[in-house]
């Protein structure tokens, strides 16, 4: 098989010769997938990211002084009285919000269980401590118990990646999309982007017949949501505002009233929950207020010094930690998808494994490419309004990370989350629950202890394991 000459042209013009190191020994099948790979990449996008892959050096002191002035911004709390609006008026346009059916969802589901030790989309992951249910049976759960409580479908766009995009595919076929109408259900897949060795900027190999690439980020969905028709087909169904949410995190709550109040009767056009960081070194970025804006400064790129500083009463100067659950105005998604290039790439070493030229297989210590993607959190500085909301970590932030045993975020941390959630919300319920005993809330059942009493009369006693909810109850 002979390659285009437009091709092989291009590919010259951009010294990437060394990806076709191996074609002359592939058969015609692996020659074409190799084809079909190179034919697919935005070439003029390709010479972008080699200027990307030795950027000017920046240093912390160059950082710090960009966040000198920068402070947290002022935060609403669930259900804090002092809030203005208060939390009984936040509740109350949130409810009319789903009740009149204006409000989608868009769920974050590009990754793989690769570090959980699990071989498939993370989506599929059993999670649930009593139940076994996966992720995507419990945050699409979430949507059934909207639409039982307030009679309208939430409207759901799921961003897959090429690597999960069949599989999930396939997994809501089987499981009849987790009870959600398939009409409601929109699934569409982020672009996949080149890892560039870190030395030259070349096209990397992770099979002779394979160039390594890597999802774009939770900042594609954007692009890729607009290019697959997803805004029109939210349009199509009424949608005024769509909030986003991660599939890793089994307790987050972007549906809640309260918060989609805030986020309308503020006018934000983009509202972000928050969880307040104790801990230095936890893992998650934080939101800033800084030159008249707000923006997420990810936490590898907030020096340490900064990251420790602390304030007179003993917080964290920067302690607004962002869980990656938004919501948005639909208005504002359709004005940003229409600026060019409005989320910019963002570069990270990781270890790749490659072949080498002599045809073997390296699986490096330490990293060796270049990768691209794209945070969705750029978009809150082209907001005209932002609004701040911080959840208590116990209610909204279980986020499913690392493997089994690990120290934090692995499926035992999880688990326990969402027992302890399900005994505080039964707790507040007036059910006792003994010492010990793992319990678990239907999510399609029971968003919150308003809907307990449906199944259990205040004053019942849970002695053995149970999902209360749904069928079990």
Known sequence: MDIPPLLSERIGQSGQSACLAFWDRLNPVSQARLLHQLQAFDWDQLDVLRELVFPPIATDAGLTGNLSNATTPACLQVGNPLNAPSPAQ???????????????????????GT???????????????????SLFEILLGKLLGVRRRFGKDVPLAIMTSSATDADTHAYLRSHAYCGLNPAHVFVFCQQDLPALDAATGCLLLEAPDRVAVAPDGHGGMLGALSQSGGLDWFAQRGTEQIVSFQVDNPLAMPLDREFLGYHLLCQADFSTQIVRKLDPAQRVGVVVAHAGTHRVVEYSDLPATLASERLANGRLRFDAGSIAVHAFAKSFLDRVAAIPNALPLHRALKAVPVWDASGRQVVPDAPNAVKFERFIFDLMPLAHRVCVVEVPASQGFAPLKNPSGAASDSPQHVRAALVQHARTQLEKAGVFVADGIDVELDAATILDHEDIGRVLLPGSRIDRPQVVGGEAS
């Open 115 to 133: 570090r959980l030790g699990y071989a498939g989309p993370k989506g599929l992951y059993a999670i649930g401590p009593v139940s076994q249910a």
């Open 90 to 112: 936040a509740l109350a346009r949130g409810s009319l919000a789903l009740a009149e059916g204006t409000v989608g969802a868009i769920l974050v589901a590009g990754g793989q």
